[in-house]
C-alpha cells in the first residue's frame, strides 16, 4: 500500500509521456501517432478477468461514440502481446490492446498506475486532447468497472471548448 | 451514480402505477444470464412491493459477447409496438436457450406477425434500443443488470430482500409510513 501512495497518477493539465508499444505480435502502436486528435487511454489489471471483460466490452459497444469526437480508443494492460490476441479475439474487440510487457510496466510508471507489489497496472482513464495534454484521468477500485460517464464528459467538455476557441 | 434520462411514461416501458411513489429501473441484456437470474427476483420484489411500485425496463445489450441480445432487444420493442412488451420481455427471459429467433416466441403471442416481422427486418427500434444503451452509460451503468431505485444506481446485490429493504429504506417510503 505505501508504494501505491507514494506514486501519482498523471493529473489533467499535464503532458501525456509518448509510449510505443506492441498491438500485435509485429506491430507496434505509438501515442504520438495520434497527435492530432483525442485519444482515450485505459490502464487495466490484466486479461480475462471477469472486471476487465465487462469493461473493454462496454467500450467496444461505445465505439461509434468515440468516434463521434474523433477519438482514438487504446487499452492497456502488462500481458503479453499474444494473450491480448487471444482475449480480444474472444470478446471481438474492435480496438486496440497494447502490451506494456518488457520492460514491465513501463508505461503504467509513467503515467503513475503501476501497482508495484502486484505487478499490474492500476484500473485508469485518461483522456489526452488533439496537442497530447492529459485533460481528465481517473483511477478506479481495482474491482470497480468505471463505466464510461467519465470518460463521455470528458470528451464533450473538449469538444465543446474546440467549438469556442 | 444518477439515472440520466429520467423515467418518461410516454417514452418508457413502466409496469406498475404510473405515478407509484418507488421506481425500480432495470438495464438489462436479454442474453446475460444474470438478468434472466434477475427476471424472477423483480417479480417477487414487484409482489412484495404491490402498487407502491413501477418497474422501468431498459435496454442494455452488450452484442460483442451477446450475439443475439441486439435482435432480441428490437424484437422486444417490435412486440412493445404492438403493446405486448411486457409479454415478450418475460417470454425472452424464461427462454433464453430460443433467443435466435424471437419471432418463434413472438408467434405465440397474437401479434400483427407481418408487421413485427417488417419492422424487425427494417430494423426500426435499432435507435431506440441505442438510445437506452447511451442513457445507461450517462447513468454509469457497467454491467447488466444494472438497477436504479427512485433515480439512484444500486450499488449492492440484488436478492429480493435486498432490494426490497433499499426500497423500503427510501426517504420517499420513510415519508408514505406515516400515512400507512
Known amino acids: ?43 487495466y489489471p490484466a486479461d480475462w478477468s471477469p472486471v476487465c471483460g465487462d ?24 500481458d503479453g502481446p499474444w494473450c491480448h490476441l487471444a482475449f480480444s479475439k474472444d470478446r471481438k474487440l474492435v480496438y486496440p490492446l497494447l502490451s506494456d510487457f518488457e520492460p514491465k510496466g513501463e508505461v503504467a510508471r509513467a503515467y503513475g498506475v503501476y501497482r508495484q507489489g502486484e505487478g499490474i497496472s492500476e484500473r485508469a482513464l485518461f483522456v489526452i486532447d488533439t496537442e497530447g495534454i492529459v485533460r481528465w484521468s481517473y483511477v478506479s477500485p481495482i474491482g470497480v468497472n468505471p463505466g464510461a460517464d467519465g470518460i463521455l464528459s470528458a470528451l464533450e467538455a473538449m469538444t465543446h471548448q474546440e467549438t469556442f476557441r | 451514480m444518477r439515472l440520466s434520462v429520467p423515467v418518461d411514461p410516454r417514452r418508457d416501458h413502466i409496469q406498475g402505477p404510473p405515478h407509484a411513489p418507488l421506481t425500480l429501473v432495470e438495464y438489462g441484456d436479454y442474453e446475460c444470464p444474470y438478468c434472466a437470474m434477475a427476471y424472477p427476483v423483480v417479480k ?29 432487444a428490437e424484437a422486444a ?39 413485427f416481422m417488417n419492422e424487425l427486418m427494417n430494423r426500426v427500434h435499432a435507435a431506440r434500443v441505442r438510445e437506452d444503451f447511451v442513457s445507461g452509460v450517462r447513468s454509469g451503468v457497467n454491467g447488466t443488470p444494472a438497477f436504479f431505485i427512485n433515480g439512484i444506481r444500486h450499488d449492492g446485490s440484488w436478492d429480493v430482500e435486498t432490494l426490497v429493504s433499499a426500497l423500503e429504506g427510501t426517504p420517499e417510503v420513510a415519508a408514505l409510513g406515516r400515512y400507512r
Open chain 1, 55 to 78: 469493461q473493454v466490452v462496454l467500450y467496444n459497444e461505445l465505439m461509434p461514440v468515440f468516434k463521434g469526437h474523433n477519438a482514438t480508443l487504446l487499452g492497456a494492460s502488462v
Open chain 2, 44 to 72: 417477487a420484489v414487484q409482489r412484495e412491493m404491490g402498487r407502491e411500485l413501477r418497474f422501468v425496463f431498459r435496454h442494455f445489450p452488450l452484442t460483442s459477447v451477446h450475439p443475439h441480445a441486439q435482435a432480441a
Open chain 2, 77 to 115: 420493442e417490435a412486440a412493445g409496438a404492438q403493446g405486448r412488451f411486457w409479454e415478450i420481455h418475460g417470454m425472452l427471459y424464461r427462454h433464453q436457450d430460443m433467443l435466435g429467433s424471437p419471432p418463434l416466441l413472438a408467434s405465440r403471442l397474437d401479434l400483427d406477425m407481418a408487421r
Open chain 1, 1 to 43: 500500500m505505501k508504494a501505491q501512495s507514494m506514486q501519482s497518477v498523471l493529473q489533467a493539465g499535464r503532458p501525456a509521456p509518448d509510449f510505443s508499444l506492441n498491438s500485435t505480435p509485429d506491430q507496434r502502436v505509438a501515442l504520438s501517432d495520434f497527435l492530432g486528435q483525442p485519444v482515450v487511454l485505459f490502464f
